[in-house]
């Protein structure tokens, strides 16, 4: 009995060395973005640059698609194509309209990217008590193989 329990946890530290060895390394200043949690909820904001201009970013993994402030696009809602509001769902509900932006997130850059635009980011900036320009969704997250929230280092990493 001694040398099975002996066996499976070898095998469980053998398991746990080798898939901390493929996490990336909190060094890693190519590919790993630093981030901020919102004292007031916890949320992790990163920095990222939208059609050249400096924002401040939701990461949430919840939200199947990506929202910017009409306010950092510098458009008008009413010019913006119509989106439907979802059929299911919870969290951040409005009206939104369609748009394309550059944004650029760590070392990784999409042109013209399809994003929702919205006109009340300042509900949410009020909320967590800092100014929120937007939401980073599923619809960039799931472009990685990978995202990795270290919490530890602060850093989130995308491969």
């Known amino acids: 009995m001694k040398h099975g329990a002996l ?3 070898t095998c469980l530290v053998a398991t746990a060395v080798g898939w901390a060895q493929g996490l990336p390394k909190a060094s890693d200043p190519q590919d790993g973005i630093p981030f901020e949690v919102n004292p007031k909820f ?3 904001l990163i920095k990222a640059q939208v059609n050249g201009r400096p924002a401040k970013l939701v990461v949430d993994t919840g939200s ?3 929202i910017l402030s009409s306010e950092l696009l510098q458009v008008r809602p009413l010019a913006l194509a119509h989106a439907d509001a979802p059929a ?3 969290g951040y509900v409005g009206s939104a309209g369609w748009a394309k932006a550059t944004l650029e997130v760590g070392t990784t ?5 399809r994003v929702l635009v919205m006109n009340d980011f300042q509900d949410m900036s009020n909320t967590l008590q800092e100014r929120v320009d937007g939401i980073i969704g599923a619809d960039v997250l799931r472009e990685f193989d990978s995202v990795v929230i270290d919490f530890k280092h602060r850093r ?3 491969r």
């Open 64 to 66: 199947s698609h990506t």
């Open 42 to 44: 916890g949320s992790i």
């Open 7 to 9: 066996f499976v946890l």
């Open 156 to 158: 989130l990493f995308l």
């Open 88 to 90: 299911k769902g919870s």
């Open 109 to 113: 850059t999409w042109s013209d990217r």
